[in-house]
């Protein structure tokens, strides 16, 4: 699981959550160990079960209506139970002003205190999402990353098999770029990974000959996206390696990899003189849709080869023959 500290939760956040850092500016380098974000009312009058290590909680009007209704004392015990479990950050939500003991025990703990005008259910929901997709398990995989007819396609292959003049081809007939080389894979769902472009290389595109070329100058905004899920795996092979008797002609069995424990479909399309790859791509991605719907085609072939076969056994049978099937 990837790891992220609160200041890089505080940079990314800030605007969309409406963030301010008001005490606790020592603890930015705590790090967040889970994605779940709490909301502990029960902490707060000594359920010390409900306060959770190394999370964001976010406290709310309840709690802040709670604390306010407290003698100092009480108040004191309060936040002090509160920051007992070593919190990686506090939120104050709903627009509400922290008392000056919050501030103080921040500030002591060295726990990032943050203050937002938004309403806490609102709240929650936007950082846990974000921390989901932040600390999910994650790869490395080389290889280009493309959007395809609106499908998220990882090409790979050996070095300068043509992975990247394929993808600018690709690119010239409207598809989009993701990533090129190396690119970063979260596993978002159980059943969901999603493919993004290290930062280091947005946009970019390398080619043989042409060197680096930024393809959002070259081809416009539209060209190149940051992230996408993958859907299909296209592994390029040079044809001259491949033993004609493993390979599949009807490629009835379809092939998967496995990406983060997950099975991704996968076609090896075969590299030779002449080939259109990109067309090949583009076919390859249309038939991977038919075969979400269920349409299958070289099991439709082989079963209406199996019906062509019956019916010339059934043509080629003597009548003594049919008559002796028809009583079996």
Request: hydrophobic share 45%; charged share 20%.
């Amino acid at each position: 699981m990837a790891q992220i500290n609160v200041s890089e939760l505080f940079k990314e956040t800030r605007h969309k959550l409406k963030l301010n850092w008001v005490a606790g500016l020592d603890g930015g380098t705590n790090q967040l160990l889970s994605e779940k974000v709490t909301k502990p009312s029960l902490a707060l009058i000594g359920h010390l079960n409900f306060v959770h290590p190394n999370r964001v909680q976010v406290l709310g009007c309840a709690e802040m209506d709670y604390l306010r209704s407290l003698s100092i004392i009480a108040m004191q015990q309060a936040i002090a139970n509160l920051y007992s479990a070593d919190l990686a950050a506090v939120v104050v939500a709903n627009g509400e002003k922290p008392p000056k003991a919050l501030i103080s025990a921040a500030d002591t703990h060295n726990t990032p205190l943050f203050t937002s005008s938004m309403q806490s259910p609102q709240l929650m929901d936007v950082l846990s999402h974000y921390l989901q997709q932040a600390m999910a398990e994650s790869t490395s995989l080389h290889g280009v990353f493309m959007e395809v007819q609106g499908f998220g396609v990882l090409i790979k292959g050996n070095a300068a098999i043509g992975k990247s003049e394929l993808a600018l081809e690709l690119i010239s007939r409207g598809h989009r770029l993701i990533a090129d080389d190396i690119v970063d894979f979260y596993r978002i769902s159980p059943e969901r990974v999603e493919g993004r472009c290290p930062a280091l290389l947005q946009d970019f595109l390398e080619v043989r000959g042409l060197g680096i070329l930024n393809i959002r100058a070259l081809f416009g905004d539209n060209a190149v996206k940051p992230s996408k899920p993958l859907d299909l795996i296209i592994q390029l092979q040079l044809a001259d390696i491949q033993n004609p008797q493993e390979l599949d002609r009807l490629n009835i069995k379809t092939q998967h990899e496995r990406v983060l424990e997950v099975d991704i479909s996968k076609v090896v399309i075969p590299i030779a003189a002449g080939r259109n790859i990109a067309v090949l791509v583009e076919v390859a991605v249309r038939n991977h849709m038919l075969l979400i719907r269920g349409v299958n085609a070289a099991q439709q072939f082989s079963k209406r080869h199996k019906q062509m076969m019956q019916k010339e056994s059934q043509k080629n049978l003597t009548p003594k023959a049919k008559s002796e099937r028809k009583k079996g």
